[in-house]
């Protein structure tokens, strides 16, 4: 019987060990990241770091989509989108935050890009990457 709690708290442990999260925010993480295939509103692992990225269509729905979802992550952590802690990059003469369409066009034009990122105490780091090839959101350390 001993032996079956001790295999239990290991179990926990090394499940708690290797939990991917952003703070509060918990993610699942289904495979790993390749720049050659193109796999969208995926987390996925880059390689053996402790980093995952989900890749969004590049498309005014796309921006959409990564928005709500950074929105809701940094809602459930106490952050807001208005206030990034590194990465204060949203350059762009022509770029409206408001309106995903015209976002889009502008980003794909090469007039505008955008990288914010918000860092949380537990040491994880989220990422808003949008740029003409790419339109990204990353977890820097979100395995703990």
């Not at 290991?10 to 699942?28: H, T």
């Not at 880059?46 to 989900?54: A, R």
Request: hydrophobic content about 40%; charged content about 20%; aromatic content about 12%.
């Amino acid at each position: 019987m001993r032996k079956y709690y001790i295999f239990l708290i290991l179990l926990f442990s090394l499940a708690a060990a290797n939990a991917q999260s952003f703070g509060n925010s918990e993610i699942r993480v289904d495979g790993t990241y390749d720049i050659n295939m193109l796999i969208y509103g995926v987390w996925l692992r880059q390689g053996t770091t402790g980093n995952v990225t989900m890749r969004f269509n590049q498309t005014p729905e796309g921006i959409t989509t990564a928005v709500n979802m950074v929105k809701k992550m940094l809602a459930d952590n106490g952050k807001s989108m208005e206030s990034p802690d590194i990465f204060n990059s949203f350059e762009g003469s022509d770029l409206n935050r408001k309106d995903s369409g015209k976002m889009h066009y502008s980003i794909q034009a090469g007039n505008s890009r955008i990288n914010e990122g918000w860092i949380l105490e537990d040491g994880s780091v989220l990422q808003l990457l949008f740029g003409a090839c790419n339109y990204e959101v990353n977890i820097i350390n979100a395995y703990k």
